[in-house]
């Protein structure tokens, strides 16, 4: 039984339209991404489904049950914000405690309770502290604490990293999947990292414009991107684009980069003669300083690492700027000038340039 | 840059040195002026040595003021007590009426709201008598004249949009989603406005009821039309010091003292919430 | 004369025990910048890198002249400017907020930064029109301030920055609210830009990439004093202490506390987790003589340079994440999370068992008092 099922969820503001007929199922114990750029209507959809601001169209349904007019404090949804939105006169303890004492719990279960989620979350030792006088990692982990201590059967964490420093970010990119886990929850996890939804998600939900582009899992997202608006969240640094014009030939599609003629391989049979864009992540360029096969002329204006990793400025004939990256430093010692480019037919994809579908099927 | 010259700093002593005299001498003044007699207020030149007597502060507190021209009843005291009464209870009153509807204002937009935001807020603009005399005759009509109820009632003007407006500010400071944190974990919106929305607000609540007891306090036109003397603040009392005979400066100077006492010692007990309070809105503004 | 003003002709700028005390009259002052020594080479750019606090921005600040200097001498191109008014320093400074005049639009805004230089109308029209196309705001030129974009505006700024002749360059966060694809774009040509014509700059940031990506050596600063100044390869293989080696890198270096023996082999020991046994000849003999001067150290291995599936030593998998170009692991060892990353998808799921192995030529090993470095790979530090 889905957990969390809406069904063509609509909301406006003055503004606009926000949300246009959203759709998603989320089964019992599973971790949901919904990731998308600014602006997107992200957080407009969690407050949806938490209650605090009302639909105007479609229905939400949670454990089961039609929730999409129930008051907030009645759908038993654990929350956090991303800006923490801790109590500023409580501390610590009385934040998290507050998930349980609506409920008519005793103390002692509240305090059991409150040391559990203290102690996994690793704040056991600051309860008594008000919020002032806690870290930043610390209130993020009070307000994660205060989301999942009334074991709630939904979670919805908006954007909970966002305001901690990249450090303690990428220790709870690892930690949190397993945290989430143990509490057996149905999350819904709002992020603007495309990182931060491929590492914690089972599935990702873009959305984009309000609406949902694609769901589905982190690998097959990043390899077989629906579009072209799905393709360019994800990478670091994201994904080259060149527009070209595909000729059919002897041995599959052609095209011309950088006045070179560069094969698209056999399995690419679809948009010939029409004006597409070449898609091609930039660890999947190689550089070299000969042609080889397929290999098309470029200039490289820039070398920067990138974590462990070499980004290679370079710039196309025609005057495209396209990234190249390669694993490891050893190619540090490549200098600007010029070299020649070449890929994997089989991981390049195709967009429609009109329309931004992708084309043809991929791995 | 940070740095400043001696020419600068000596400047700046000597200007604040000057506000600071041309605040503060009156208030000196009439504090000493309360320790003398009548004709040693009216000496001419006036001197700062005198021999301090308490004969002003005597008269009020046993409500019997000898002049020249014989013995006066004065109903001080009770003036006084009467300004407390009213004061109190306006403000409670405002409070219990005005946090809510700021709170109610500050996250409700509902249709007309700014409206009626700006209706109450009109109220503390309008010239006084300019409802006073409809007023005065309603009051006699439905017999609210001349009773406490019908004062504070009409005190309600004065406090009332002070509160609101001040406490709407607090309340629109508070991140929505610390509410709904809280709203979300069980609690209904009874719960998260008394247990979350006015802890958090609490020291707007606090500038914002002090400040209305002042303007209550020192209401003069309200109380002189609509109560008699069994019902009068000390704002009106004091009228009382304009005898047939002159003006009793000493007694005055008494009751301005005796009359401020009460506020300033409420002022300075809450002066850092009045502060902080103020200078919050400010930065919201 | 101090030391370092003396030290040759190619220094472009020198900061020679510069102190930054805010409101030094106060109950608790606050030492923003501690007996700072900095000297840039002419056409060098500097990164000035730490977290919020570690008093980068103040040093930013002094050598602009926003900030007076508490103690220290400041010198660029052969002249002391730490007294001098900010106008007359020869510097020019892209700010990281909103610092564009609202009266005028981007292009004024930026031509008003040549109106000093002297340079023919047509000549600067020129130039701005360059830089407007490098940092990508050619069509918003004739656009007033207030009706541009966060990104849009601080590309102004630092468009009007680099426009105009100066001996230095401070650029403070300079691409700080740009989306990713820009930034990276930015990075490469900014880096091209700087490096033909041999502008000296200084910038602050807070993003150790960005400082890698652009910088040729990084400052790296906490708590108001340089921790190291140091080209990125060797900021990340020979780290000077345990802060900078667990701050540079993402993800961090993996550190432990270890008992160390050295004799015929080297062996450290976590408590409750691995044993790393080396032979001694996999370290150099003064790289010995120093670890053996102590008998508990902290050891540090790059999440890079963990091999993984082969050695002895074997951890439990805690998560497994897949980035479409690299996979992250963390590996619960010794009740800490170790991350191991590979530019490989990597099989191994939550809960299975894997093999690791640090090779000798990746550990890094530090004083477990004061954290100073002991010896990076086989060599002593």
Not at chain 1, 46 to 59: K, N, S, T
Not at chain 2, 163 to 182: C, M, Q
Not at chain 3, 226 to 240: G, I, S, V
Request: net charge neutral; glycine share 8%.
């Amino acid at each position: 039984m889905a957990q969390i099922e809406l069904k063509s969820l609509s909301k406006a503001f003055k503004t606009g339209k926000v949300l246009d007929g959203l759709d998603l199922s989320v089964e019992e114990g599973e971790i949901v991404c919904i990731f998308g750029p600014s602006g997107a209507g992200k957080t407009v959809l969690l407050r949806l489904i938490a209650g605090v601001e009302e639909p105007d169209a479609g229905a939400i349904f949670l454990e089961g049950r039609d929730a999409t007019d129930a008051a907030p404090e009645r759908r038993g949804i654990g929350i956090a914000f991303q800006n923490f939105a801790l109590f500023p006169h409580m501390s610590a303890f009385d934040n998290i405690a507050s998930a349980l004492t609506a409920h008519g719990a005793t103390v002692a279960t509240i305090k059991a309770k409150v040391d559990k989620v203290a102690a996994m979350l690793k704040i056991s030792h600051v309860l008594n502290h008000e919020p002032r006088a806690l870290s930043n990692g610390q209130k993020q982990r009070t307000a994660l604490a205060r989301a999942l201590a009334a074991d709630p059967k939904i979670v919805l964490l908006d954007d909970p990293l966002r305001n901690v420093d990249a450090k303690l970010r990428y220790e709870m990119r690892l930690e949190l999947p397993s945290l989430l886990r143990a509490s057996d929850a149905t999350v819904l996890y709002v992020t603007q990292d495309y990182k931060e939804a491929m590492a914690i998600g089972d599935r990702i939900a873009v959305l984009i414009d309000g609406r949902f582009e694609q769901v589905a899992t982190p690998a097959s997202i990043y390899r077989a991107p629906v579009s072209v608006g799905v393709a360019r969240l994800f990478g670091d640094p994201t994904i080259n684009l060149i527009p070209v014009n595909p000729q059919a030939g002897g041995d599959g599609l052609s095209c011309e980069i950088s006045g070179a003629k560069v094969g698209l391989g056999a399995a690419q049979v679809e948009g010939a003669g029409r004006s597409m864009l070449l898609g091609l992540r930039p660890e999947s360029l190689v550089v070299n300083d000969d042609a080889g096969l397929g290999g098309f002329p470029v200039d490289v204006v820039a070398v920067t690492p990138l974590n462990e990793k070499s980004v290679l400025l370079m710039r196309t004939r025609d005057g495209q700027e396209i990234f190249a990256s390669e694993a490891g430093v050893e190619n540090e010692e490549r200098k600007p000038g010029p070299a020649f480019a070449r890929f994997d037919p089989a991981r390049a994809l195709m967009f429609d340039e009109a329309s931004g579908a992708c084309i043809g099927s991929r791995p | 840059m940070e740095h400043s010259s001696r020419a600068e700093r000596v400047l700046r002593g000597v200007l604040i040195t000057a506000i600071l005299v041309f605040f503060l001498f009156p208030i000196l003044w009439i504090f000493l002026m309360s320790f003398q007699t009548n004709e040693e207020v009216l000496r001419i030149p006036p001197s700062l040595f005198f021999k301090p007597t308490l004969i002003n502060y005597a008269s009020l507190i046993t409500g019997k003021l000898q002049t020249a021209a014989g013995s006066l009843d004065l109903a001080f005291m009770l003036n006084l007590w009467n300004s407390v009464l009213l004061s109190t209870l306006s403000v409670a009153l405002s409070l219990l009426l005005g946090v809510p509807a700021a709170y109610a204002f500050a996250r409700f937009k509902f249709r007309g709201s700014e409206d009626i935001a700006f209706t109450l807020l009109s109220f503390r603009f309008a010239p006084p008598l300019l409802v006073l005399l409809p007023l005065s005759l309603y009051f006699q009509d439905i017999g609210l004249n001349d009773t406490y109820v019908g004062l504070i009632w009409v005190y309600q003007l004065i406090a009332l949009p002070l509160i609101l407006w001040i406490v709407r500010g607090y309340f629109e400071d508070i991140s929505p989603d610390i509410e709904y944190a809280y709203r979300i974990a069980g609690h209904s919106w009874l719960q998260t406005f008394l247990r979350i929305a006015v802890p958090l607000a609490r020291p707007g609540i606090a500038a914002a009821g002090l400040l209305a007891f002042i303007f209550c306090w020192n209401n003069f036109v309200f109380a002189l039309i609509l109560a008699s003397a069994d019902k009068q603040p000390v704002t009106v009392g004091a009228l009382a010091f304009v005898t047939a005979s002159g003006i009793q400066y000493g007694q005055i100077a008494a009751a301005i003292v005796l009359s401020i006492t009460p506020t300033l010692a409420l002022a300075l007990y809450a002066q850092r919430y009045l502060v902080e309070g103020l200078s919050l809105g400010a930065v919201k503004g | 004369m101090n030391a370092s003003a003396k030290s040759g002709g190619d220094v472009a700028l020198s900061l020679a025990g510069v102190d930054k005390i805010y409101a030094p009259t106060a109950e608790r002052p606050v030492h923003a910048v501690k007996a700072l020594d900095l000297d840039v080479r002419k056409g060098e750019i500097v990164a000035l890198l730490g977290s919020s606090g570690c008093g980068k921005t103040s040093t930013l600040r002094m050598i602009a002249g926003f900030e007076a200097v508490t103690r220290g001498s400041i010198t660029l191109a052969g002249r002391r400017i730490e007294h001098l008014a900010p106008a007359r320093r020869g510097v020019a400074m892209a700010f990281e907020g909103y610092s564009l005049y609202p009266p005028l639009t981007v292009r004024d805004n930026i031509a008003f930064a040549l109106k000093g230089a002297k340079i023919n109308a047509r000549d600067a029209d020129k130039a701005v029109r360059e830089v407007a196309a490098l940092v990508e705001i050619e069509p918003i030129l004739d656009r007033y301030p207030s009706s541009i974009s966060g990104g849009q505006q601080q590309r102004a700024s630092l468009a009007r920055a680099l426009v105009r002749p100066a001996d230095l360059y401070l650029l403070d966060e300079p691409m700080g609210q740009l989306e990713p694809r820009l930034r990276a774009l930015l990075r490469g040509r900014l880096k091209q830009l700087l490096g033909e014509r041999g502008m000296t700059s200084i910038f602050v940031t807070h993003d150790q990439t960005e400082a890698n990506a652009l910088a040729d050596r990084v400052a790296v600063m906490e708590g108001g004093v340089l921790q190291q100044l140091a080209n990125q390869t060797e900021l990340k293989e020979r780290p000077a202490n345990l802060f900078v080696a667990t701050f540079i890198g993402e993800p961090p270096m993996n550190v432990f506390d270890a008992k160390v023996e050295v004799g015929e082999r080297v062996r450290f020991a976590v408590e409750n987790g691995p044993r790393l046994d080396f032979s001694a000849n996999e370290f150099s003999e003064s790289a010995r003589r120093e670890i053996a001067k102590r008998a508990r150290v902290v050891i540090g291995v790059r999440p890079h340079d963990l091999r993984l599936n082969s050695g002895s030593n074997e951890a439990r998998v805690v998560s497994n994440q897949w980035l479409g170009d690299q996979s992250h692991l963390a590996l619960d060892v010794a009740g800490k999370l170790m991350v191991a990353v590979a530019f490989s998808e990597m099989g191994a799921s939550r809960r299975d068992n894997l093999r690791y192995d640090v090779p000798a030529a990746k550990l890094h090993v530090f004083d477990a008092d004061d954290g100073k470095a002991v010896s990076h790979g086989a060599a002593a530090a």
